[in-house]
């Protein structure tokens, strides 16, 4: 489900994200994303075979050997891979999968679905929590300031 509040009770209650394909690489969306959600309070678990380390954080091979407890599994990885990952974040105990723009699957969905767990597909994570919590404006930073009136440094 992708409805507003289904959106905002995800991000309002899930405070572990596993992060599924995270990058090292600063400039990857997955790295810029997972900054974001980690700067805005959420536990960032990355899941990469590739590093030991992102974001300051340890790096995990699989989501089965991540010692804690993780509230949403956050896909950036191709659609083909997602089944899997699905039955991964039902064997865990996650409670929602979440699979990040451009990724769409209708087995994973309905695998994840099958085990109770929320779904939401081709959005992603950063996006619409800055969407629905404040964060997004005609420059993508949010100044807190919303009025009618023209700005003095605008040519009249």
Same mark, same amino acid.
């Given at each position: 489900m992708s409805d507003i509040k289904t959106?905002? !009770?995800?991000?309002?209650? *899930?405070?572990?994200?596993? @992060?599924? +394909?995270l990058s090292a %690489?600063? $400039?990857?969306? *997955?790295?810029f994303a997972a900054k974001y959600m980690q700067e805005h309070g959420y536990? @960032? @678990?990355? =899941?990469?075979?590739?590093? %030991?380390?992102i974001l300051g954080e340890k790096c995990y091979p699989t989501l089965s050997a991540i010692p804690v407890p993780v509230d949403l599994v956050d896909v950036f990885r191709k659609p083909a891979d997602t089944p899997d990952i699905a039955r991964e974040a039902v064997a865990i105990g996650a409670k929602t999968l979440w699979l990040q723009i451009?990724? @769409?699957? %209708?087995?994973? !969905?309905q695998v994840a679905e099958t085990a +109770?767990?929320?779904? =939401?597909?081709?959005?992603?994570v950063k996006i619409e929590y800055a969407r629905l919590f404040g964060g997004l404006n005609w $420059? +993508? =930073?949010n100044t807190r300031l919303i009025s009618s009136r023209r700005p003095t440094w605008l040519p009249h």
């Open positions: 959106l905002r !009770r995800v991000l309002r209650e *899930s405070r572990t994200l596993a @992060i599924v +394909g %690489d600063w $400039f990857r969306p *997955s790295n536990r @960032i @678990i990355p =899941v990469n075979p590739k590093y %030991d380390e451009g990724v @769409i699957n %209708d087995e994973a !969905r +109770g767990l929320t779904v =939401v597909m081709d959005r992603c $420059f +993508g =930073v």
